[in-house]
């Protein structure tokens, strides 16, 4: 016979850690909760976390609530299965946090003082740099910048790391003629035939990029949202004014469907 949930009368916090528990109890707990590991709900954490920014980004408040909730979810799912193993429970995972914010924060909590907001960034940044030193002695600066991160925040993470000790390109410009460099290389590669090689230059490329995103400090990740979201709302309006044609896209050519990219793009200039 099924058991109860945990009462509702329980903090949230400790019913959802109770609900894991159960989920994850061997005996009577849920197969596909039972059979996890870390390895196979790091995608779910990803996921849930890309979730959260959607949300952010379409204004949904209330949608927004609900995947907080998704993602603390995965932060319990974690904890539970370290606690199972003897590593860690929840509690450590919150002790090592509140640990970490205090340190960081000693303008709050400690006797240190900040001229303005520029210099309170530059000490967070110095504090950070501490504890990476302290990890890295026997390492790299790099080792902890993680491999599962998307591509251009992975690229801007280990460049920012190599610009605190120096290794950066001075101005902008510099970095501008670097990615006109790369550009040269990539073309060289595809016009030889070689896609091998032009798929590493590409990847070149979009290094130096990311590279440029953080120097002009622009999130690379935000930048592309944007503009994907874009590319989104002017395809749409090319195939809604083709419907009026009685056509779709795939029933147009590419000189049609120009013509109306550079309507929609007109419009919203006009409007802006």
Known sequence: MPRPAP??????IDRLLAIMARLRAPEDGCPWDQEQTFATIAPYTVEEAYEVADAIERGDLGDLKDELGDLLLQVVFHARMAEEQGLFAF???ASAI????????????ADETYASLAHQKEGWEQLKAAERA?????GSLLDDVPVGLPGLTRAVKLSKRAANVGFVWPTVQDVVKKLHEEVGEMLAEIEAGDLEKARNEIGDVLFVVANLARTLEVDPEDAVRYTNAKFVRRFKYIEARLAERGKTPGESDLAEMDALWEEVKAAERAES
């Open 98 to 109: 509140n640990d970490k914010m205090v340190r960081r924060h000693p303008h709050v909590f």
């Open 91 to 93: 509690d450590d995972v």
């Open 7 to 12: 009462p509702a009368d329980l903090r949230p």
């Open 134 to 138: 302290e990890k890295a002695r026997n």
